[in-house]
């Protein structure tokens, strides 16, 4: 699925400036909105283009790709944004009200890579703290950069692939993919990190599964 935008304004304004306003707790009533994403869905921006996965509704951007795996059910297992020779997965959890869960996830991912033997470390990015990596893979070494975003009650994670893993710069457009985010959290109850539903759009799960039925041969006739 490739979808197209055209990107408004300078986004790429320091997300640092938002992550100061709220060091340790988000209160989402009286807050003003950020210049830029993830954004709750509350604080959105209006007439952008996106496509609905559920919790996440990725903004159209010129050359991205969206590519999700989804089981038979159209309940999606992984989001990844393709553009070129890069890609960021994204992934969004349950985060308390009062207080946001990225340095603590940031600390476990980084105990879990040493424990893999793979060397991590920490970097001031746009958003904040990041946790740069060079892991072992089939293909070789391959550097990781994870990103984490706090907002009311969810945390965004995105973890690049390619040069924009060591290069912020070269992330273009999937950093205007990441600005553009929204997070729809719901109301429901959810325990702390539990990673926050996504699903196909119904159109394109009703497309899955009449093409798995066509694949489908049918079942000889009983004697």
Known sequence: ????????????????????????????EGASAPSRGPYDIA????????????????????????RVQADPQGVIQQVVLVHEENALQLGVFAAPKSEGIWDEVREEIRQSLFADGAAAQEVQGEYGT????????????????????DGPRWMVRGVYQGAAATDPASAGPLAACLEGLVVDRGQEAKPVREPLPLRLPREVADQAATAENDAVPPAPRQA
């Not at 952008?48 to 790709?65: I, K, M, Y």
């Not at 990041?130 to 984490?148: C, I, K, N, S, Y």
């Open 1 to 28: 699925m490739i979808f197209s935008r055209k990107r408004a304004g300078d986004g790429r304004r320091a997300r640092a400036e938002r992550a100061a306003e709220v060091p340790d707790s988000y209160d989402a």
């Open 130 to 149: 990041e946790l740069h990596a060079r892991v072992r893979t089939p293909d070789g070494l391959t550097d990781l950069r994870f990103v984490g975003v």
């Open 43 to 66: 604080e959105a921006p209006d007439g952008v283009q996106r496509l609905d996965l559920g919790s996440l509704h990725v903004p159209a951007v010129p050359g991205v790709e969206v």
